[in-house]
């Protein structure tokens, strides 16, 4: 990695009432503006650490499955426009 192409992207995500619920920063090398290709391989990277199991063994498998839900209805709706203006829960206070 050439440190001439490294980038920080910070990002959080807020409920309805302006609680936080998940913060963070994700850095590695970037080639594309906004760092979008940044945030794609640190969403796989997310995705790879999750186990099923987890979910399965606390009794929370319902969570698990809102969760993919939410994870196959962004993804969509992020397909659908070259700016994203999806309205999916998972959304909601994105900054």
């Known amino acids: 990695m050439h440190h ?3 980038k920080k992207f910070y990002f959080k995500m807020e409920d309805s009432n302006g609680e936080l619920v998940v913060r963070g920063e ?3 090398e970037s080639k594309i ?3 979008d290709d940044l945030k794609c391989k640190g969403i796989i ?11 399965n063994e606390s009794g ?3 969570l698990f499955e ?3 839900k939410e ?3 962004t993804i969509s709706e992020v397909k659908k426009y070259n700016t994203f203006q999806g309205k999916s829960d998972c959304r909601e206070g994105l900054l």
Do not use: R
Request: proline letters at 7%.
């Open 60 to 62: 929370n498998y319902p």
């Open 71 to 73: 994870i196959e209805v």
């Open 4 to 6: 001439n192409d490294t």
């Open 33 to 35: 503006p906004s760092s």
């Open 45 to 55: 990277a997310l995705l790879n650490s999750i186990d099923q199991q987890n979910f």
């Open 26 to 28: 994700i850095e590695g």
């Open 66 to 68: 809102h969760y993919i």
